[in-house]
């Protein structure tokens, strides 16, 4: 029973076991179908993703629609969600990374932005997360100015030359550059691909980033395709690819870009090719700097011709010689292909490694069946041979075209750029320029040269030119317009064929052209006096205590007493009469010595001009009068009690007077020693020094302990040998003179006073021994109580007739001081005036271009207008930087009464009319055949360089050149100046006067008429 009961089963347990099995035989099943779902799910995502890969549709269709959105548009005036690069050598080198400073700087300088791009917020949102903005960039780009009818004046695009569309690039530069960088490129079969990322080279190189960071591999693949190479060296940071994150970056930007116009990228992939071979970074090179694009590496560092490459390797010769020349030309080619990987290596120092490479890619090229077998034959042996930039060095084009330059070097100051990065700038400008007009002014002025165009336009003569004399007379010509808010820049050029710009760089001394400040500010001050005291009684004016030699407000008063009713135009008139002596026979006590002046003509000599005649005439000896006569005002309106202060030697002021008169002496003669020596070595130097003066012992041994206060007596012995004293002392002697001498036996001014050389001359010569890369400004700095030393004498003279005239000396500085503010205000270009009555004359210097000015203001009824040679910039056109700015009209500043520059005009008029320029008079007339009104100034300088001795005593006058000018206005709009000018010491050989430019611009005249009647833009065909 035990038994039997042992061997039955318990009642529950086969049901359950039979449940169990039922419930696993489930889980098998369902464990089954789900491991089939997942397979399939796997081999279907497996598919998707491959096809995905391959095709890229979901790519293009999600990236399509988002790259839609990335969108900008230009609108009115700053936008408030630009956003600019920072980095990028593409972004730099086109100026997009720097418009925020070029904005600033311009906003500063009286430019508004007109329009500017703004942008969609996804695209906000796109380049905030630090992603380059999708938009059809530009291959080639640079500055670009047009001319005030939106003529083109200047271009230059960087690269020089580029393939325009994909159909330019031939097939096989197309397929050997896709067998190096990426094989399916091109591929036509499938449309929608993105070219940014290819994903079995992207998984290789991965992989072998993964084998290098274990240890496992000896160098990482690239996985880059054409598409991030270009955003690399256009936008990463210095054209690198420094992180996983920048990685990531270029790849983004890059796939959008590829569908920004669509779903569809062949075209997108066609233009990567060619924009890779057109802006591929190639190293620099000395003479040109970097080297951007198959093209300009071709020329550059083969000396190869573009277009001549580019036939070839279309062709299909099979010649020998056929073979051998698109051999090379695809030699040249693969080289800078394979170089752009370490540019800088390859193309220096690697070129066997290079040539190496170089050959393995044309076997592998022909293996693939992308070339031929006997055109690699002829590239293999081609020999790669570089340019020889010593003997064929890089041509870069220049403009000779002065106006485009002054235009260019406005923009690069504007900027704050040098010109070599302004014309790489994505930047069109409109300038003010007339070119059409430049043009024929710039062929009229070189045609002078020849003498049939100088006898037609009436040069040879007297007072002109020799037939003889034409090809060394040079011509600087500046023509404006005058338009209701700046003057424009019309015409700038000159024929030296020069980069130098004679009108608005240069100083030159222009003669009797400074006769027209002098009576500007004549009439101001006859202006300032109205102002003061006209409205006052006859009893009050007469009673005004007015220094005898303040001859200016004597008169005023005089005038306006007897004339109570006068308005400023009635005195003002009244003062162009006030007369004059023409007297040569006078000498003036001006500019810390006696001088004496003289008139052009002697027959002028015995008359007495009115202010008026002078001017018309162009009188000297009557404008040193009136300089004296302005100086003295000024003299007396800073320092009223003058005469007391000459006459009390007690007056405090005295002594204040000399320090700052030793102080200027002083400073004035260094820097005339400074400008002797500063080009020398240590012997010149002394040489220079020493030159002239007798060679004896004395003098030379207290030159030499001076300056060698260590040297011992052979020394000295050594010195007076070289010198070549005639007969030397004995030993005894140079032991004697040794010990006389030594440093601390005499002060400086009787050690020089031993020499008969300046003291100054002599401790600026030992402290350029001293210190030979000393700066003048230490100099100067150091000298401070040398100066006083050298001048101890004024102090301590008992001869009050020499503090006196140092005191005058002074007072006259400071009155020029005076003037030179008044000049200034009119646009005088330098930063001081020669204290000295001689500037009437002209010998303070002066420049063309603001005499013009100075024209225009007077023209303007007083008001002076900014000059204007640029009106509109437009930066990044056709980018999401876009910005346009346009000069913001200026309103001028009154910076001389209305009725004064009337006046001006009036003698002008009258200068053309019955004076110095009237062979000008008639030569232009409106439509109507109505003459213009027409004015001007004169002027002839006669420049030269003046060698001085130790004692300031001129010992050689050597012409540096000769000038001869005319500042006009042509009827109320137009205004400039006429320059010729013989440079070198064969200007002694030339005789002619002012005569010569006014007759030059009445042979220009059927060049300028039209122009002139029509204007800028409305010339008719």
């Known amino acids: ?191 929608e691909i993105n070219p940014a990322v290819d994903w079995p080279r992207l998984f290789s190189a991965a992989w072998s980033q993964l084998e290098e960071a274990l240890g496992w591999g000896d160098s990482a693949v690239g996985g880059s395709t054409l598409a991030t190479q270009i955003e690399k060296f256009r936008h990463s940071p210095d054209g690198l690819t420094s992180s996983f994150k920048e990685k990531w970056r270029q790849m983004a930007s890059a796939s959008v870009r590829a569908y920004q116009h669509g779903q569809d990228t062949l075209n997108a992939r066609r233009d990567l090719l060619r924009d890779y071979l057109n802006t591929v970074p190639l190293s620099a090179v000395p ?5 951007h694009g ?75 069946g992308r070339i031929e077998p006997a055109l690699r034959d002829a590239a293999l042996a081609a020999p790669l041979e570089f340019r020889d930039w010593a003997s064929d060095p890089i041509q870069t084009a220049i403009s000779n075209d002065k106006g485009t330059n002054l235009v260019r070097r406005h923009l690069a100051s504007l900027l704050n750029v040098p010109l070599y990065s302004l014309d790489r700038l994505d930047l069109d400008v409109d300038s003010s320029l007339d070119a059409e007009l430049q043009r024929e002014v710039s062929a009229y002025l070189d045609g002078l040269r020849e003498p049939e165009a100088a006898k037609a336009a009436g040069l040879l003569g007297h007072s002109l030119l020799q037939e003889d004399q034409l090809q060394g007379v040079r011509y600087s010509f500046t023509l404006y317009e005058r338009l209701p808010d700046r003057f424009a820049v019309r015409v700038q050029t000159d024929s030296t064929r020069q980069a ?18 002098v009576v500007a500010t004549y009439l101001e001050v006859i202006a300032e006096l109205h102002g003061r005291y006209s409205g006052l009684p006859a009893r009050i004016l007469r009673e005004i205590e007015v220094q005898p030699a303040d001859r200016l407000t004597r008169w005023v008063l005089s005038y306006l007493a007897e004339h109570p009713q006068a308005d400023l135009s009635s005195l003002l008139q009244a003062a162009m009469q006030r007369r004059y002596s023409a007297s040569p026979h006078e000498r003036f006590l001006t500019g810390g010595g006696i001088h004496r002046f003289s008139n052009f003509q002697r027959k002028d000599d015995l008359r007495v001009a009115s202010v008026a005649e002078a001017m018309r005439d162009s009188l000297n000896l009557p404008f040193v009068r009136l300089m004296r006569d302005i100086v003295n005002y000024s003299i007396y309106q800073s320092v009223p009690r003058r005469a007391e202060l000459l006459g009390d030697d007690d007056d405090p002021r005295r002594e204040d007077y000399l320090r700052r008169f030793v102080d200027k002496e002083g400073q004035s003669f260094l820097r005339r020693f400074w400008d002797k020596y500063r080009d020398k070595d240590e012997s010149k130097r002394i040489d220079t ?146 204290p000295s009555l001689a500037t009437a004359l002209g010998s303070s210097g002066d420049r063309p271009a603001a005499l013009a000015e100075l024209v225009g203001i007077i ?163």
Not at 317 to 346: C, I, K, M, T
Not at 932 to 953: F, M, Q
């Open 1 to 191: 029973m035990d038994g039997f009961e042992a061997g039955r089963p318990e009642p529950e347990t086969r049901p359950q076991s039979a449940t169990a099995r039922r419930r696993r035989g489930g889980w098998r099943r369902l464990l089954r179908w789900g491991i089939r779902i997942v397979v399939v799910i796997g081999l279907v995502l497996a598919a998707g993703l491959w096809f995905e890969m391959r095709y890229s549709p979901l790519q293009a269709h999600y990236l399509s629609r988002y790259a839609d959105r990335l969108q900008f548009r230009l609108a009115e005036g700053a936008s408030e969600n630009i956003h600019f690069p920072r980095e990028g050598p593409f972004d730099k080198r086109l100026g997009y990374a720097y418009l925020p400073l070029f904005l600033q700087r311009a906003l500063e300088r009286g430019y508004a932005i007109d329009r500017q791009a703004v942008l969609s917020p996804e695209l906000v949102d796109f380049t905030d997360q630090g992603y380059y903005p999708p938009y059809p960039e530009k291959t080639q780009a640079g500055l670009s100015i047009r001319d005030c009818a939106w003529q083109p004046l200047w271009r230059r695009a960087y690269p020089g030359e580029a393939y325009a569309r994909f159909e330019d690039v031939p097939p096989l530069v197309a397929q050997a550059l896709t067998f190096i960088e990426d094989r399916h490129l091109l591929d036509v079969q499938r449309r």
């Open 287 to 291: 003479g040109h700097g970097e080297v």
């Open 294 to 368: 198959l093209a300009d590496g071709l020329r550059v560092w083969f000396g190869a011709d573009f277009a001549r490459v580019n036939q070839l390797l279309s062709g299909n010769g099979h010649s020998e010689s056929a073979l051998a020349a698109r051999g090379l030309a695809l030699r040249q080619v693969l080289a800078l292909l394979v170089a752009q990987r370490r540019p800088s290596y390859y193309l220096a120092q690697g070129r066997v490694e290079l040539n190496s490479l170089i050959d393995s890619h044309l076997r592998l090229l022909q293996r693939a």
């Open 500 to 517: 130098f710009d004679l009108s608005e760089n240069s100083k030159l001394e222009l003669g009797s052209t400074a006769k027209l400040r």
């Open 689 to 834: 020094l020493l030159e002239g003066l007798a060679a004896r012992p004395a003098r030379l041994g207290a030159v030499f302990r001076y300056l060698y206060p260590q040297a011992d007596a052979a020394a000295l012995a050594e010195f007076l040998r070289q010198r070549g004293v005639d007969e030397l002392p004995s030993q005894q002697d140079i032991e004697a003179l040794h010990a006389r001498y030594r440093p601390d036996a005499y002060a400086l001014p009787d050690r020089a006073y031993i020499a008969r050389v300046h003291p100054l001359d002599l401790w600026l010569l030992a402290e350029l021994i001293r210190q030979p890369n000393v700066e003048f400004s230490e100099l100067l700095a150091a000298s401070t109580e040398v100066r006083q030393e050298v001048y101890g004498w004024l102090f301590r003279s008992r001869h009050k007739q020499a503090r006196d005239n140092r005191i005058r000396i002074m007072l006259e500085v400071e009155a020029f001081l005076d003037i030179h503010q008044r000049w200034q205000k009119l646009g005088y270009p330098f930063g001081h005036l020669v």
């Open 859 to 1021: 023209l303007n009824d007083g008001i002076r207008l900014p000059t204007v040679r640029i009106s509109e910039l437009r930066f990044a056109d056709g980018t999401p930087y876009h910005t346009e700015l346009k000069r913001v009209p200026a309103a001028g500043q009154q910076v001389m009464a209305p009725e004064v520059a009337a006046v001006l005009r009036e003698a002008l008029n009258q200068v053309v009319e019955r004076g110095t320029a009237r062979r000008l008079k008639g030569s232009f007339a409106d439509a109507a055949s109505e003459d213009w009104r027409l004015g001007g100034k004169t002027g002839t300088g006669d420049n030269r360089i003046e060698s001085v001795d130790a004692s300031g005593r001129v010992i050689e006058s050597r012409a540096r050149n000769r000038t001869a000018t005319f500042v006009f206005y042509l009827g109320d709009r137009y205004f400039g100046t006429l320059t010729a000018f013989v440079l070198g010491e064969n200007a002694d050989d030339y005789r002619f006067t002012s005569a010569l430019p006014v007759q030059a611009l009445k042979g220009m005249q059927p060049i300028l008429q039209p122009r002139l009647t029509h204007g800028c833009a409305q010339i008719p065909p």
